[in-house]
């Protein structure tokens, strides 16, 4: 148990709400400096069609409304899975003063996984980041999600080693698991 699991526990909610309307189930959380809530959201990317409506972006903007500015310093956003580069980009451009997230995801993460976007040395910002807080639910949220797709088709997104179930057999099409639905 750490103080993330019951925020996180928020975000796994909006990850379910997400998913539960066709979203990929990623959800993410904005504290204030005070640990109070400020802000949760679910990812809306299909909901809106629009490619930026990552759980993450939602998030930050709703803290910002809340809060009266694009500042969110002492802030931590918490979020299912590993951010992308916009989200991760995001964050630094708010910046927020930590980064928590569960699952890794190894085809698009740009803070351990493919890219460190947020601490790089060079950067002015850089976030504090702290990862795999319930990462198994976070994970298993979004395989169940894929896995019901199109009868088990996983490649948009595989949250497990290629290795295991094989799941890089099946990326023919540039993006299988969305056409398909
Ligand atoms: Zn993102």
């Given at each position: 148990m750490t103080i993330w699991d019951e925020p996180m526990g928020k975000a796994l909610k909006a990850a379910g709400y997400a998913g539960q309307r066709g979203d990929v189930p990623i959800g993410?959380?904005?504290l204030a400096p005070n640990g109070e809530t400020l802000a949760v959201a679910g990812n809306e990317r299909e909901l809106l069609q629009d490619p930026t409506a990552h759980a993450e972006v939602i998030a930050l903007r709703r803290a910002s409304e809340m809060l009266g500015t694009w500042h969110l310093d002492g802030c931590t956003l918490i979020v299912t899975l590993e951010?992308?580069?916009?989200?991760a980009?995001?964050?630094?451009?708010?910046?927020?003063?930590?980064?928590?997230?569960?699952?890794?995801?190894?085809?698009a993460g740009a803070i351990?996984?493919?890219?460190?976007?947020?601490?790089?040395?060079?950067?002015?910002?850089?976030?504090?980041?702290?990862?795999?807080?319930?990462?198994?639910?976070?994970?298993?949220?979004?395989?169940d999600f894929f896995d019901k797709l199109s009868?088990?088709?996983?490649?948009?997104?595989?949250?497990?080693?290629?290795?295991?179930?094989?799941?890089?057999?099946?990326?023919?099409g540039s993006n299988p698991s969305v056409t398909a639905k």
């Open positions: 993410a959380v904005v951010p992308c580069a916009m989200c980009g995001a964050a630094v451009l708010s910046r927020i003063d930590r980064i928590v997230f569960g699952a890794l995801d190894p085809k351990a996984s493919l890219f460190d976007v947020v601490r790089d040395p060079r950067l002015n910002h850089r976030p504090e980041v702290t990862s795999g807080v319930r990462a198994d639910e976070c994970g298993a949220l979004i395989r009868g088990g088709d996983v490649s948009e997104w595989p949250m497990e080693p290629a290795s295991k179930a094989g799941v890089e057999q099946s990326t023919e």
